[in-house]
């Protein structure tokens, strides 16, 4: 049970600053501007089950993908630790984030759970690396229990940033949303640089230099 619990809290810790649910605050409220307070809670809904299943899906099928094409998990961890240093550069400028939410077209958008919110400023290919990696390093039915488990908690936290959106513009500001964005922007960047290495180091093991 200790292993489940700390499983899914690592799972939904290192899920939470690339996913940034808070970050998608400010996004989601730029393309729902012209919703009703029942769309909106029901497009936040929508984006947090698609975002879920999104992950989940490539968390469960995470080992089969890396055996049908031949990939270490080395490997996966610099291809990884690479796309999350792009995810945590974009975090720390805002610029791809601020060009999304002014874009007039996004704005009049009918439905935007899936595009461009869930996929891929939520579960995007940082995201999806990581859980990948995540799956293949210890593939235990308890770490996969442990692991959805987590990814559940992401989507109910995902759903209430959302929901309560609102509240959290008002208390933080878009400035003050904005520097937290680019906090977990460095943290991002720590997490790729700690995937980077140990894919290094595993291949240097693979590859009996180390």
Known sequence: MYQLVSYALGTFIALFPITNPVGAVPIFYSLTANASKHQRLRQAKKVALN??????????????????????????????????????????????????????????????ALIPMAVPLISGPGAIGLVIGLAAEEPQWSNYIGGLLGITM??????????????????????????????????????????LTDGIFAVLQESGLS
């Open 154 to 195: 992401l989507g109910i936290t995902l759903y209430l940033c959302l929901a309560w959106g609102e509240l959290l513009v008002k208390i933080f500001g878009k400035s003050g949303i904005r520097i937290m964005t680019q906090v977990l922007g460095f943290f991002i960047l720590a997490i790729s640089i700690q995937l």
């Open 51 to 112: 975002a879920s299943w999104i992950i989940a899906f490539f968390f469960l099928t995470g080992q089969a993908i890396l055996d049908f094409w031949g990939i270490s998990l080395g490997v996966l961890q610099i291809a990884g630790g690479l796309l999350i240093a792009r995810t945590a550069w974009t975090f720390a400028e805002t610029h791809q984030y601020q060009t999304v939410t002014n874009s007039p077209e996004a704005v009049q958008q009918q439905d935007i």
